[in-house]
């Protein structure tokens, strides 16, 4: 795996652009030093060695830096993006920092959007990743559409290869790609939830549902990354005819709960499509 070379600027510093950087730091992909981020709470900016207020002093730090092209991380909500944005560009133009890359993780946001926004020489490359990159487990699909500088893919495939997997695809296909896997943990925790609400409900105290449940989920889970066995084919090992599992799966299959899935992740694309529109 490559190691980073340049320094990262990271605007906003929530929970994702924290565990992206803290697992590259981990991965020993980057150090403390290369990496800095603008944030106006003071209990995020404490969780990195480099933070700033503002963009003033953040673009005067990213001037200081050895001569490579530095990438910036934009990491704030998507609809704060035409407010927060501005202002470094303006600070980095005082500043005089060399032309950047900005790296998106905004649902959304699109490239032209962005790039709209930079300046002359700066560069663009879109991405969505998920949580589990918190424990290094993330799956990350970066977007090809603009056709990245190869440097540029190199240093952004080494970032977030270093808290998981990455795919390259086409920015037509990131809002689909959102819908399963930026938004995917979301579903496991759902069926997490009521998977606990429904043991105790047959009789199980709340710890014990939640052990039970937790490593259910998690042993599933490590059985599903490490078989050749599609789901279907998993599934079908546990489920004998007219037995429990069959039974819970009918009643599932009942209430159509394989459509409603389906539905929600067709719910989830279109939103993106829709915040693209409003950006």
Same mark, same amino acid.
């Given at each position: 795996m490559k190691t980073l070379d340049a320094p990262i600027l990271a605007l906003g510093g929530g929970n994702m652009a924290h565990a992206i950087l803290a697992g590259a730091i981990q991965a020993q992909q980057l150090t403390d030093g290369q990496v800095a981020v603008i944030d106006p709470n003071e209990e995020r900016r404490s969780l990195f060695a480099n933070a700033f207020q503002g963009?003033?002093?953040?673009?005067?730090?990213?001037?200081?830096?050895?001569?490579? *092209?530095? &990438?910036? %991380? +934009?990491?704030?909500?998507?609809?704060? %993006?035409?407010?927060?944005?501005?202002? +470094?560009?303006?600070?980095?133009?005082v500043a005089q920092v060399r032309p950047c890359t900005f790296v998106s993780i905004l649902a959304g946001s699109r490239i032209e959007t962005i790039g709209s926004m930079l300046r002359e020489g700066d560069r663009v490359i879109r991405v969505m990743t998920n949580t589990p990159a918190q424990i290094g487990q993330g799956m990350t699909a970066i977007a090809n559409d603009n056709q990245p500088d190869p440097d540029d893919l190199c240093q952004v495939r080494a970032l977030f290869e270093a808290v998981g997997e990455v795919i390259v695809i086409p920015e037509s296909l990131l809002d689909a790609f959102t819908a399963v896997a930026?938004? #995917?943990?979301?579903?496991? $925790?759902? %069926?997490?939830?009521?998977?606990?609400?429904?043991?105790?409900?047959? #009789? $199980?105290?709340?710890?014990?549902?939640?052990?039970?449940?937790?490593?259910?989920? +998690? #042993?599933?889970?490590? +059985? &599903?990354? *490490?078989?050749?066995?599609?789901?279907?084919? %998993?599934?079908?090992? !546990?489920?004998?005819?007219?037995?429990?599992?069959?039974?819970?799966?009918?009643?599932?299959?009942?209430?159509?709960?394989?459509?409603?899935? !389906?539905?929600?992740?067709?719910?989830?694309?279109?939103r993106g499509v829709e915040l693209a529109s409003e950006a």
């Open positions: 963009p003033g002093d953040a673009s005067a730090w990213l001037a200081s830096q050895p001569d490579h *092209r530095p &990438l910036v %991380l +934009l990491a704030v909500k998507p609809q704060m %993006l035409r407010e927060a944005l501005p202002p +470094l560009i303006e600070a980095m133009q930026g938004s #995917g943990p979301a579903y496991l $925790f759902y %069926l997490a939830e009521g998977m606990m609400r429904a043991a105790e409900s047959i #009789g $199980f105290t709340a710890e014990q549902a939640s052990t039970i449940v937790r490593q259910t989920l +998690l #042993g599933s889970s490590g +059985l &599903l990354a *490490r078989s050749m066995d599609t789901p279907g084919e %998993l599934r079908s090992k !546990v489920t004998s005819k007219n037995g429990t599992t069959y039974a819970a799966t009918t009643t599932l299959d009942d209430h159509k709960v394989m459509d409603a899935i !389906v539905a929600a992740l067709t719910a989830a694309r279109d």
